[in-house]
């Protein structure tokens, strides 16, 4: 059954609230291109909007009335942010989850080093990357330095008009024929992601490494670390330049990390704009580490998201373990990713049929999973069924698919993790174009269904 284009019910009213979506969206790209600054960002945002920190409450013992609003960000790269319901916790929550971490390349622990006059940063890349889409492009360093004393140092070069961007060289062409015998895979070694970062050396100085030594020297300067205190760094390297509009019609945005912060950002227009207080409570989740396997203690694999159950039912007055195990199995879930949108160049790899659309409003994904639906959610029947009527009901144009062809290929995310609670999971996102390459696309009318359909869910389901 082929669904329509979204496009093509808008009136003057809703492109104006659409265009204002993608505008503001744009800015959470440009502002989040890590996951600690995307949950700074929400952070910002939820405090705008009225809400207060959970640990603070927690602090103060304070009991939680149905209305509260409450966010908690562990380890400052996750965060949750929820709406107390009317209704007992024990009956669940409704919950719309995204990852907010990006394929990209972090810099290794002794990152730093000269070779032939010119001084480099070795990378590890993060995440599943086709490593040749990485080279001659201007990049940018994003992350934190921690020093022995305490003191946290914010690192952003390559952002500004005045900065100067760093980039990993490609053999020319001239010289290319034995690396064009390569395999895609192979044509860029992973040990090969070397980010140029100077060639000028430091004067008057008898060190033999002389431009490692200035540009250790300006790294003192602006940013007051030494080399050691990159062994406590974590410092991420993306695209440089910000999100653009796509198009001559400007329908499509071209950005880094759409993958999944797209999904992340509908849900915080979704959760804002909830008025009054709902039934059940509702809960806006972004985690870490989703690229590679939600491992770690700010992976979804950790215990954040319960514990934070937990403590918001201590302060409602009904905790015990029962009615927690209870809460999260009434849990309804929404786990939005990113789909593959259909692209006609590549043809092959799609089931056109069950593949997702550029334009054709929010995806759900029945099963995501790779070799007979391995490592996949596969979510009910019934609950698909009741996904329909809200996203129906609130009149959110929706489209069903697979991620590719049958053997083709695969994916996984988050869903079947917070399944292993006994609670309703599908996976709910937007379809993008260049998945984890260093710049995606994604439909403007995509995202902006993605936010109608995210709040319906939330007040509704």
């Known amino acids: 059954m082929e669904r329509e284009n979204a496009w093509k019910k808008y009136d003057d009213p809703a492109m104006k609230e659409l265009e204002a979506v993608s505008a503001n969206y744009r800015r959470f790209l440009d502002s989040g291109k890590t996951e600690r600054e995307c949950a700074e960002y929400a952070i910002a945002m939820a405090e705008k909007n009225g809400y207060a920190s959970l640990e603070e409450a927690i602090r103060a013992g304070k009991k939680l009335e149905p209305g509260a609003k409450l966010w908690a960000s562990p380890m400052g790269k996750t965060i949750m942010l929820f709406i107390i319901g009317r209704e007992p916790l024990e009956n669940g929550m409704n919950i719309v989850g995204a990852h907010i971490d990006s394929p990209r390349m972090d810099l290794k622990q002794n990152p730093l080093y000269e070779d032939s006059d010119l001084a480099y940063l070795d990378t590890h890349y993060y995440g599943g990357i086709k490593k040749y889409q990485w080279v001659t492009l201007p990049l940018a360093l994003h992350g934190v330095v921690c020093k022995k004393d305490g003191t946290k140092v914010n690192v952003v070069v390559g952002e500004d008009e005045d900065d100067p961007v760093l980039c990993i060289s490609d053999l020319l062409i001239h010289l290319s024929a034995e690396q064009l015998q390569k395999k895609g895979a192979e044509v860029i070694g992973g040990e090969d992601l070397n980010l140029i970062i100077g060639g000028r050396p430091l004067k008057d100085t008898e060190e033999k490494e002389a431009v490692k030594a200035n540009v250790l020297n300006i790294l003192k300067e602006k940013y007051d670390f030494e080399e050691e205190d990159f062994l406590s760094a974590e410092i991420e390297v993306v695209p440089a330049g910000r999100a653009r509009e796509l198009g001559l019609d400007r329908s499509m945005i071209l950005g880094y990390g759409h993958d999944d912060r797209v999904c992340a950002y509908a849900e915080l227009e979704a ?80 089931e056109k049929k069950n593949s997702a659309f550029l334009g054709r409003g929010v995806c759900f994904n029945k099963y995501t999973g790779a070799r007979g639906k391995s490592g996949s959610n596969d979510a009910n029947a019934e609950y698909m069924a009741e996904v329909r009527k809200i ?25 079947y993790i917070c399944a292993l609670y006994c609670m309703n999971v599908i996976d709910s996102g937007v379809a993008v174009l260049s998945m984890h390459a260093p710049w995606e696309i994604i439909s403007k009318a995509d995202l902006y269904e993605a936010v109608k359909g995210y709040r319906a869910f939330l007040v509704n389901a």
């Open 391 to 415: 996203m129906d009901d609130a009149n959110v144009s929706f489209q069903t698919a697979e991620l590719g062809r049958v053997d083709a290929g695969g994916g996984g995310t988050i869903a």
């Open 271 to 350: 959760i804002f704009g909830i008025e009054g207080v709902p039934a059940r409570t509702v809960c806006c989740l972004f985690a870490d580490k989703e690229e590679i396997g939600s491992v770690g203690a700010t992976g979804m694999q950790a215990k954040y998201f319960e514990n934070a159950f937990a403590e918001l039912m201590n302060l409602t007055g009904e905790y015990c373990d029962l009615k927690l195990r209870r809460g999260l199995a009434n849990s309804k879930m929404l786990s939005c990713d990113v789909s593959a949108g259909y692209d006609p160049n590549f043809a092959s790899v799609f």
